[in-house]
């Protein structure tokens, strides 16, 4: 007998679903599928390829894909050994290091790009020291780009593996070190490849994360044609000149992210 | 409490010399020459599990642990720095790595090369006779085929302490008694000290050399299996190797479940050896029925079906028990 039978029996035994829960729940689904039906609806289909190659679709595609591939790539490089600090060493301060590390995923972008100039802003507290030692500021270039999408996306990515690291537990770190292999040894061959499922889940999150990411990146770095224009950025601009370029736009990034959320379905969407 | 029958290592020479104090947990010494398999046994909570992760190095520990004269804990020595070999109640095997790389993991974290190790972990499980499953993942594995892998995983590397923690325990009957005596065929070639940790009377009579009796964290009884059997100094004890013991204030008594004459009515005779009680269960025993009798203490007694029907001996009814004198072996409460 499966689940599934059961609850089919007993959905036609049961009664009809009464109005008072059909209602707002149509009402819901309209209001998240409509918009979406609508933007494929008015996509110009006709112009799209033209639209594709314009120069500044190209920039601003060809900059999203850099930037969110480098945020990735940042995430995993230094995300994957906070994880395993958060995880698995007992310091001081560690339950409010993961509360502060959770702390951009419900921040305002907007407010995440103010916090990112009051430290590497031409008069940050960083910045100014790197300005002063180097000559060399952050804000308005493409640097600036990738640390405001990895400042947003590196909470998902530290999140889940996390998680997967505490789900796969200690005890196999326990038994590599009785079969005398130090931490380093144990991390590579044990605890990562254990952590594997949350490590992509985390980077496919981060990625997504940042192709989207606008506030932040508008505040800290700007928005100029093929320095620091991401598609978000050309969206919002376009919206207000040309209405079709942000159609095109934002439909390239509906396929995206409908494509990310398969690469997760199996995560995510199979009903338990 | 003294190691009565084995010699003792000497201080620095080869061998365990151990004095194990986890508070609230363990106070025990255990001493152990190369080659010999140490049964610790006794109830739940007894601290048999707690003794194996001291000498491991994975609970915290007071005292100090000595292995072939060189000291553990004397500066303290990391997990990975014990030349020692951890059977884990549940295999713990990794489960992303095949059972080949799982037994080749111990040689390659000791800086084998990776061809080395491989064929060294091929022999292991050749010995054990399933180098055919060498490129299998263990949820590929039977129970009995994990736990092979398991053990030869934790002899690899040539430890110089073996610790195994219940390998038999979740095992069907028949695979536990076929590995049992392919254990005690790799124990017997194995030169260094093994500690293990089991339930089984059956473990402790066939594989070791030397039964360690833990009871509350504390070394009860030490001898070889056939001492501990015949004169089980706890309840615990006796009651693995079906035997009533009774302490008095200077020896033990102890008899046998079918030297147990059970009846209705009050036994004629000497007063010492009876007891009034009530069933508490009985079960069958091979061909006869094992009671078990809550009186002053709980005894067990064993009668025949055709007897548990006549007198109507279910859960409840009240018996008086009695042995004949000829019956009953009395040994000194000290160590002898």
């Given at each position: 007998?499966?689940?599934?039978?059961?609850?089919?029996?007993?959905?036609?035994?049961?009664?009809?679903?009464?109005?008072?829960?059909?209602?707002?729940?149509?009402?819901?689904?309209?209001?998240?599928?409509?918009?979406?039906?609508?933007?494929?609806?008015?996509?110009?289909?006709?112009?799209?390829?033209?639209?594709?190659?314009?120069?500044?679709?190209?920039?601003?595609?060809?900059?999203?894909?850099?930037?969110?591939?480098?945020?990735?790539?940042?995430?995993?490089?230094?995300?994957?050994?906070?994880?395993?600090?958060?995880?698995?060493?007992?310091?001081?301060?560690?339950?409010?290091?993961?509360?502060?590390?959770?702390?951009?995923?419900?921040?305002?972008?907007?407010?995440?790009?103010?916090?990112?100039?009051?430290?590497?802003?031409?008069?940050?507290?960083?910045?100014?020291?790197?300005?002063?030692?180097?000559?060399?500021?952050?804000?308005?270039?493409?640097?600036?780009?990738?640390?405001?999408?990895?400042?947003?996306?590196?909470?998902?990515?530290?999140?889940?593996?996390?998680?997967?690291?505490?789900?796969?537990?200690?005890?196999?770190?326990?038994?590599?070190?009785?079969?005398?292999?130090?931490?380093?040894?144990?991390?590579?061959?044990?605890?990562?490849?254990?952590?594997?499922?949350?490590?992509?889940?985390?980077?496919?999150?981060?990625?997504?994360?940042?192709?989207?990411?606008?506030?932040?990146?508008?505040?800290?770095?700007?928005?100029?044609?093929?320095?620091?224009?991401?598609?978000?950025?050309?969206?919002?601009?376009?919206?207000?000149?040309?209405?079709?370029?942000?159609?095109?736009?934002?439909?390239?990034?509906?396929?995206?992210?409908?494509?990310?959320?398969?690469?997760?379905?199996?995560?995510?969407?199979?009903?338990? | 409490m003294a190691d009565d029958t084995v010699t003792g290592p000497s201080p620095g020479g080869p061998g365990l010399v151990a004095d194990l104090?986890?508070?609230?947990?363990?106070?025990a010494r255990v001493t152990a020459v190369p080659g010999e398999v140490v049964a610790v046994i006794g109830?739940?909570?007894?601290?048999k599990?707690?003794m194996l992760?001291a000498l491991a190095?994975?609970?915290?520990?007071?005292?100090s642990v000595e292995v072939d004269g060189a000291?553990w804990?004397?500066?303290?020595?990391?997990?990975?720095?014990r030349s020692l070999g951890f059977v884990?109640?549940?295999?713990?095997?990794?489960?992303?790595?095949?059972?080949?790389?799982?037994?080749?993991?111990?040689?390659?974290?000791?800086?084998?090369?990776?061809?080395?190790?491989?064929?060294?972990?091929?022999?292991?499980?050749?010995?054990?006779?399933?180098?055919?499953?060498?490129?299998?993942?263990?949820?590929?594995?039977?129970?009995?085929?994990?736990?092979?892998?398991?053990i030869?995983?934790a002899l690899?590397?040539a430890p110089s302490l073996l610790l195994l923690d219940e390998p038999?325990?979740?095992?069907?009957?028949?695979?536990?008694?076929?590995?049992r005596?392919e254990l005690a065929r790799h124990l017997a070639s194995y030169d260094g000290i093994a500690l293990l940790v089991t339930?089984d009377a059956l473990d402790a009579l066939t594989l070791a050399d030397t039964v360690l009796v833990l009871?509350?964290?504390?070394v009860?009884q030490t001898g070889t299996p056939h001492d501990v059997a015949?004169?089980?100094?706890?309840?615990?004890?006796?009651?693995?190797?079906?035997?009533?013991?009774?302490?008095?204030?200077?020896?033990?008594?102890?008899?046998?479940?079918?030297?147990?004459?059970?009846?209705?009515?009050?036994?004629?005779?000497?007063?010492?050896?009876?007891?009034?009680?009530?069933?508490?269960?009985?079960?069958?025993?091979?061909?006869?029925?094992?009671?078990?009798?809550?009186?002053?203490?709980?005894?067990?007694?064993?009668?025949?079906?055709?007897?548990?029907?006549?007198?109507?001996?279910?859960?409840?009814?009240?018996?008086?028990?009695?042995?004949?004198?000829?019956?009953?072996?009395?040994?000194?409460?000290?160590p002898t």
């Amino acid at each position: 007998m499966t689940t599934h039978a059961t609850g089919r029996t007993l959905g036609s035994t049961l009664g009809r679903p009464p109005l008072a829960l059909v209602l707002p729940g149509a009402l819901a689904a309209a209001l998240l599928v409509v918009p979406l039906v609508t933007l494929v609806l008015d996509t110009p289909w006709g112009s799209f390829l033209d639209q594709l190659g314009t120069r500044a679709v190209r920039d601003a595609l060809r900059l999203t894909a850099l930037a969110s591939a480098i945020t990735v790539v940042v995430c995993v490089a230094l995300g994957t050994p906070l994880a395993w600090l958060l995880a698995r060493v007992d310091f001081p301060g560690r339950t409010l290091l993961r509360a502060a590390v959770a702390v951009p995923l419900v921040l305002p972008p907007v407010v995440a790009g103010v916090a990112l100039v009051t430290a590497l802003g031409r008069n940050g507290l960083v910045g100014s020291l790197l300005r002063d030692a180097t000559g060399w500021t952050i804000p308005y270039t493409t640097t600036a780009v990738v640390i405001a999408h990895t400042f947003v996306s590196m909470p998902f990515y530290v999140l889940s593996v996390e998680g997967a690291l505490r789900a796969s537990g200690e005890r196999y770190d326990v038994v590599a070190a009785t079969l005398g292999a130090d931490r380093w040894t144990t991390f590579r061959r044990v605890t990562l490849p254990l952590a594997m499922p949350g490590v992509i889940a985390g980077a496919i999150l981060a990625w997504a994360r940042s192709l989207g990411e606008f506030g932040a990146t508008i505040t800290f770095a700007g928005n100029y044609p093929g320095t620091t224009q991401t598609m978000p950025s050309l969206i919002y601009q376009a919206l207000q000149s040309d209405p079709e370029v942000a159609r095109t736009l934002s439909m390239i990034l509906l396929v995206v992210s409908v494509a990310t959320l398969a690469a997760l379905r199996n995560r995510w969407l199979t009903t338990p | 409490m003294a190691d009565d029958t084995v010699t003792g290592p000497s201080p620095g020479g080869p061998g365990l010399v151990a004095d194990l104090r986890v508070p609230g947990r363990l106070d025990a010494r255990v001493t152990a020459v190369p080659g010999e398999v140490v049964a610790v046994i006794g109830p739940n909570g007894a601290g048999k599990t707690t003794m194996l992760r001291a000498l491991a190095g994975l609970v915290e520990l007071e005292g100090s642990v000595e292995v072939d004269g060189a000291s553990w804990t004397d500066p303290p020595r990391l997990v990975r720095e014990r030349s020692l070999g951890f059977v884990f109640q549940d295999q713990s095997l990794f489960p992303h790595l095949s059972a080949l790389d799982n037994v080749a993991f111990g040689l390659r974290s000791r800086g084998v090369a990776r061809a080395r190790a491989a064929a060294t972990a091929h022999e292991w499980l050749d010995r054990f006779g399933i180098d055919d499953l060498a490129g299998r993942r263990p949820h590929e594995l039977s129970g009995g085929q994990a736990q092979r892998v398991a053990i030869a995983r934790a002899l690899a590397p040539a430890p110089s302490l073996l610790l195994l923690d219940e390998p038999f325990a979740g095992l069907d009957v028949g695979v536990a008694t076929a590995l049992r005596l392919e254990l005690a065929r790799h124990l017997a070639s194995y030169d260094g000290i093994a500690l293990l940790v089991t339930h089984d009377a059956l473990d402790a009579l066939t594989l070791a050399d030397t039964v360690l009796v833990l009871d509350g964290g504390r070394v009860a009884q030490t001898g070889t299996p056939h001492d501990v059997a015949a004169r089980p100094r706890t309840d615990h004890v006796a009651r693995l190797v079906g035997l009533n013991v009774i302490r008095d204030d200077d020896s033990f008594r102890s008899f046998s479940p079918s030297a147990v004459t059970v009846s209705l009515a009050q036994p004629e005779g000497s007063a010492r050896h009876r007891w009034h009680g009530t069933v508490l269960s009985a079960a069958p025993h091979g061909d006869a029925v094992r009671l078990l009798v809550g009186a002053d203490r709980e005894l067990i007694a064993d009668v025949t079906p055709a007897a548990t029907a006549e007198l109507g001996l279910v859960p409840g009814r009240a018996v008086w028990l009695s042995v004949k004198e000829t019956a009953v072996q009395t040994y000194a409460l000290g160590p002898t």
